[in-house]
């Protein structure tokens, strides 16, 4: 009994570690050369109601190193809540916004 407790034991940690190193290979991260920069553009219109989440899921990225890059925000006609998160989101430094 003991026997059987251990091996299901032992066989549930090798699965949990083959699951863990697919997720590793899922997020392999972006290594650009010498002298290459990346920039992620976001174009962002209207209500824009997913900008935050948008912008934190990409923060996340860069922040684990899996996207070194600069986030660049161009605008085109937003309403006023997403204006006021945009400029809450560039006085914090997340984002650049880019003027047309």
Same mark, same amino acid.
């Given at each position: 009994m003991l026997w059987n407790i251990l091996g299901a034991a032992g066989v549930s940690a090798l699965i949990m570690l083959l699951i863990w190193a697919l997720r #590793?290979?899922?997020l392999t991260p972006v290594r650009p050369g010498e002298g290459i920069e990346i920039t992620v553009r976001l174009d962002v219109s209207g209500d824009a109601a997913a900008l935050e989440g948008c912008v934190a899921s990409l923060e996340w990225l860069r922040a684990n190193g899996t996207l070194p890059c600069v986030l660049e925000? +161009? =605008?085109? #006609? $937003?309403?006023? %809540? =997403? =204006?006021?998160? $945009? %400029? =809450?989101?560039? +006085? %914090?430094?997340?984002?650049?916004l880019v003027e047309e």
């Open positions: #590793g290979l899922l925000v +161009r =605008a085109h #006609g $937003l309403s006023s %809540s =997403a =204006a006021s998160v $945009l %400029s =809450a989101l560039e +006085r %914090s430094e997340r984002i650049v």
